[in-house]
């Protein structure tokens, strides 16, 4: 069973940065990618970034230029550096491993996170 626990979240003015991690435990074997999506009241979750094993990666246009991802393969950790934050950026953050493989060699679909507020005061 894979688990993700996400940390990092909290309060920011604007224009501000925030660093978060997600740490993915359990049986892995191995994983190939991991993103990071988030969800604001009243809206559909949405992909923000997501980064695969080899460390290519892919951004919302929302984020370009202001998040980074970045990732730890041998800690199986995956980090959001977030700069010239907004208020529309406020949101809880999900960490998400769309496949693992487990130790005994079988796949886990679709691992989330906990989630990490993120607020972006005015």
Known sequence: QVQLVESGGGLVQTGG???LSCAASGSI???????????????????????????SANYADFVKGRF????????NTVYL??????PEDTAVYYC?????????????FNSWGQGT???VSS
């Open 17 to 19: 940065s925030l660093r």
């Open 29 to 55: 074997s191995s994983i190939h990618t991991m993103g990071w999506h988030r969800q604001a009241p009243g809206k559909q979750r949405e992909l923000v970034a997501s980064i695969s094993s080899g460390g």
């Open 68 to 75: 980074t991802i970045s990732r730890d393969s041998a800690k």
């Open 81 to 86: 550096q977030m700069n010239s934050l907004k």
């Open 96 to 108: 998400n491993i769309p496949v693992a493989v487990t130790a005994k060699g079988k796949l886990q």
């Open 117 to 119: 507020q993120v607020t």
